[in-house]
């Protein structure tokens, strides 16, 4: 059976391509930057925080842990608004982001900082260091060094798991490949597109995390 | 001539004549008067929708219930004889009719060309458009008020197509994947107001929501009609003239409360 590709739908549609593209884009570096941000905090309360701090945080992170992102999406979007908390979907997107690898980015982080030899915080205390001072002239870089590739892999399947957002109408990739079947009835094509261009995205932002890992960290001396 | 050879022609000869007897006796198209014939059996075969609420679903005791079960009752009674329900569906409406299987078909058939040249339509009976439903306190009466607001729609849909080619980039629409996804957001207030069939929104309203959508204006108006076989204009003269009658005595306004949850359009 043979099946004729029909691509002329592109130039029409371009704009809604690009918007997607745009989108989800925003999405993945303000999910990735304030992502890992809380992450780090959650790390740090859960490995070195006061005991009380600790069992708050674990709460949130097996709770998010062990529910599916899209759940999540949908308590922010749909069941906030009874509580009178309303938002937009872009911003309810962003935050069920955030809070969904802050809690995968706290795990791996914890355990980076949990793999730092003891002598580094003895270390900074000799020096007179405080210990918030140690954790982050001392201990941070190279926790995050150690567990980089695979805070990396969670940034990627976070960037790829934005594609459920286009169940609550935002205008993502996913969505604008949605958007093009019901107009044109080309599911074979519109889908093939969106793939191309997730796998892009997916290839760009693992090459940019390398780059930074790169110039973040110090480079060890070949064995 | 063996046993055999004997019980086979006689079983050839019996099957011959039971088929010119079932040629004689097949039923034909063209009946005198179908009007005449349901009087005189005392009995009206109506074709309804079995999985089609709020038109016809069957209810938790297994019997037929909704919009159109309760027209066909109204006019078996105005006609003066019983009742007898068929469940069909979609695709098999249509011949259930032509086959002579039912008398009419009542099951929130619209009305096309393709479907006229086969078979007669009454007058309209049941409402079934799509329109902007917005609750109370929202105010907008044609397409030019949708500007600043937020219109949520089920992405493909019919009133999603419509109510694209009509507005520009000033009405934010939001695309949802599915029914359940737009209602939820009309519910949770994500979306002021929303472009849906007047099915969805009777779904909507039977739930007794805090944000009741009302209708605000039609997009397209695609009525309800009742089916019954050409030729036949006694039977469509009454069947037009109960329905009208009905619709000016308040007895089908009241069905479309019930089942609708709001009451006949006035141009029906």
Same mark, same amino acid.
């Given at each position: ?70 759940? !999540? ?46 002598? !580094? ?45 286009? !169940? ?38 693992? !090459? ?16 | ?268």
């Amino acid at each position: 059976m043979s099946y004729t590709f029909d691509f002329s739908w592109i130039g029409a549609y371009l704009p809604v391509i690009l918007k997607g593209l745009a989108v989800t884009v925003e999405l993945t570096v303000v999910g990735g930057l304030l992502g890992v941000a809380l992450g780090t905090a959650c790390a740090w309360a859960r490995a070195l925080g006061p005991a009380w701090l600790k069992p708050v945080v674990a709460a949130y992170v097996e709770f998010v842990r062990n529910t599916p992102f899209l759940i !999540q999406l949908f308590f922010v979007f749909f069941g906030l608004p009874s509580l009178g908390v309303r938002m937009s979907e872009l911003e309810a997107a962003n935050l069920a982001m955030v809070i969904n690898l802050g809690a995968y980015g706290c795990e791996i982080i914890r355990a980076g900082i949990e793999a730092t030899p003891r002598g !580094q915080f003895e270390a900074g205390a000799s020096l007179g260091m405080s210990r918030f001072e140690t954790f982050r002239h001392v201990v941070l870089i190279p926790a995050l060094q150690k567990i980089w590739p695979a805070l990396s892999s969670q940034i990627v399947i976070v960037m790829l798991g934005s594609a459920a957002v286009s !169940q609550i109408a935002a205008e993502d990739l996913t969505f604008a490949a949605n958007f093009i079947q019901s107009r044109t009835f080309r599911a074979f094509e519109a889908y093939m597109l969106s793939t191309a261009l997730y796998l892009v995205l997916a290839i760009l932002l693992r !090459q940019a995390l390398r780059g930074i890992g790169w110039t973040l960290f110090p480079r060890r001396a070949a064995r | 001539m063996t046993a055999f050879t004997r019980r086979s022609a006689l079983s050839l000869a019996a099957g011959f004549a039971a088929a010119v007897i079932a040629i004689v006796h097949a039923p034909t198209q063209a009946r005198a008067d179908a009007l005449a014939d349901i009087t005189s059996r005392g009995t009206l075969r109506v074709a309804v929708p079995q999985d089609f609420p709020p038109f016809g679903s069957v209810g938790a005791d297994m019997t037929p219930q909704g919009y159109d079960i309760d027209v066909a009752a109204l006019i078996a009674e105005k006609l003066g004889v019983e009742l007898e329900l068929t469940p069909v569906t979609s695709a098999n409406r249509i011949p259930y009719l032509q086959t002579d299987k039912v008398d009419l078909v009542i099951s929130s058939l619209g009305k096309n060309p393709d479907r006229e040249k086969v078979i007669d339509f009454s007058v309209a009976y049941a409402p079934f458009f799509n329109g902007i439903f917005a609750p109370d306190d929202v105010a907008v009466a044609a397409i030019e008020d949708l500007k600043g607001h937020s219109v949520g729609v089920t992405r493909g849909s019919v009133e999603d197509l419509e109510i694209s080619a009509l507005v520009g980039d000033d009405v934010a629409m939001k695309r949802y994947e599915d029914n359940n996804g737009t209602i939820s957001a009309f519910l949770s207030g994500q979306v002021d107001v929303i472009a849906t069939g007047n099915v969805v929104a009777a779904a909507i309203l039977a739930r007794n929501p805090p944000k009741r959508p009302e209708l605000k204006f039609l997009i397209k108006n695609s009525p309800c009609y009742i089916g019954l076989n050409k030729d036949q204009p006694e039977l469509k003269a009454k069947i037009d003239e109960i329905v009208t009658a009905a619709k000016a005595d308040g007895s089908l306004e009241a069905i479309s409360q019930k089942w609708l949850g709001y009451g006949l359009p006035a141009d029906l």
